[in-house]
């Protein structure tokens, strides 16, 4: 699952996804039941923890970047 969606320019790497199961999945990527923003928050939390400084900006893909 990526934490920055593919459809906003999030890049294929490692810190931008996870694995998950095919329910997290749809509830990620159709926001099922209304969970999506709060799964979202503590993708993003957990990212944070593993890779320090990581930022959305960082896994998001800039045509004119380095």
């Given at each position: 699952?990526?934490?920055?969606?593919?459809?906003?320019?999030?890049?294929?790497?490692?810190e931008n996804g996870v694995?998950?199961?095919?329910?997290?999945?749809?509830?990620?990527?159709?926001?099922?039941?209304?969970?999506?923003?709060?799964?979202?928050?503590?993708?993003?939390?957990?990212?944070?923890?593993?890779?320090p400084g990581w930022t959305?900006?960082?896994?998001t893909y800039h045509k004119?970047?380095?």
């Open positions: 699952m990526h934490i920055v969606p593919r459809a906003r320019l999030g890049m294929g790497i490692e694995l998950g199961c095919v329910e997290h999945h749809a509830l990620m990527d159709n926001g099922n039941k209304g969970l999506e923003s709060e799964m979202r928050e503590l993708l993003k939390a957990r990212m944070r923890f593993l890779y959305e900006e960082k896994v004119w970047d380095g």
